[in-house]
């Protein structure tokens, strides 16, 4: 018989109550109620998982980031970027704070127009628009950002078709710091690109050019680059005075500013590492105040941000459906949303509580979703307290993109709630059912 090799046992010790680096640690932090609703009533009256809005959080963080921006810039225009969270009802309240349309596709052009936002308030970005997209975006008088010089051509040739006029922007990719960086969209700065865009533009008899646009990326950490970006465009807008005698009329800085979530990876919690919004509105409004461009001429600066303004109203509330130990004695629980619910955390380490008193005993612990996938795994590792199968848990900060990139995949999507100003609450996107999910199935055998 072969001699089994010898192992020296572990003691891990239990860190309860024992002060760390930063002093005694904290006790866990629970979530029991959203906007003082109690998170065990949402799974009574809508199941388990359902998603949460609260539309106070999002009028109150729309409200601090245009504050930061109107006290430090004279004319500023939000657009919301569609693609962040395009739910009819979160858009709505969007609007009605004074929010124009950010769109990336003819699917999204269509939704704003379909809740009635003026054609002429919507910014048309991305690199798909086809020759049906452009013509409706010219008919509704929207602001047209070109990506590439092929989509620059069938503008001219379309327009040339329709003896109609359409409102342009560029949009350009530049160094501001941030690598790698995203020089896939649009035309480049440093090399001459845009500039020569320009140039073809004022050329081109049907195309007014009104605005020069950058989006430097997402979640952007470093205010500064917003800083750097804004001096670029500055210069381009002073060039094309300088050439054409024409002050072009807006500035947009795309979106990216970085939302609390913290990234996999960082060492410190998010919420306390991401510049504020004044932060980010000090280093924009620095760069074309202090330009060469003359006061009477500054250009409307827009903002298309998406994650920050949505990301702190979202919870998903889900249930415990099993404790479970793996073969190494490693604690694990299953509940029942999953990646397919949760796209964004394969970038964050999201923040998972318990909704109700827990015990001081904490242990390293996997939380997995409830998909038959292996790469389900919501939490890899969390420091975490007791919790009893059917148990509800809470997860936040999930506003920006969960609800657009989420994947009906084995199990139905779960009901979306919106707690309105009054604290009431409303189904803003039903569950699915098989209904829905089979009735754009065509079975050919039947
Ligand atoms: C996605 C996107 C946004 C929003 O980005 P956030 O990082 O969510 O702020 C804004 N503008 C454009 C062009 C985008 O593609």
Redesign the pocket.
Known sequence: MKKSTYEKPIISKITTGVPGKFGLSTKQKIIAEIDSIPVAKFVEEFGSPVFVFSEKKIRETYNDAKRAFETRYPKVQFAW?Y??NYLDAVCSIFHDEGAWA?V?SGFEFEKALSLGVNGANILY??PEKSKQDLMLAIDHNASI?IDHFDELYLLIETTRKMNKKARVAI?INLDAGIYPMWDR?GFNYENGEAWNAINRIMLAENLELIGL?T?I???IMTASAYGIAASKLSNLMIATHRKFDYWLKYIDL????ASKNTLKGAYMPGSETCPSFDDYAEAISNAIISSEIPHENLPVLFL??????IDDAGYLITSVLANKRSTTGRKTLVIDAGVNLLFTSFWYNLGVFPSREVTDFMEDTTIYGPLCMNIDVVREAINFPQIKTGDQLVIERVG??NVTQWMQFITYRPNVVLIDLEGKTHIIRKKENLETIKKNEFNPKK
Do not use: D, P, Q
């Open positions: 970027s693609k962040t950010e990336v970005n991305g950002h949009r969209f646009h989006h990326g997402t979640y795309g979106g990216g500013f298309e941000t998406g994650r920050a303004l920006a993109y």
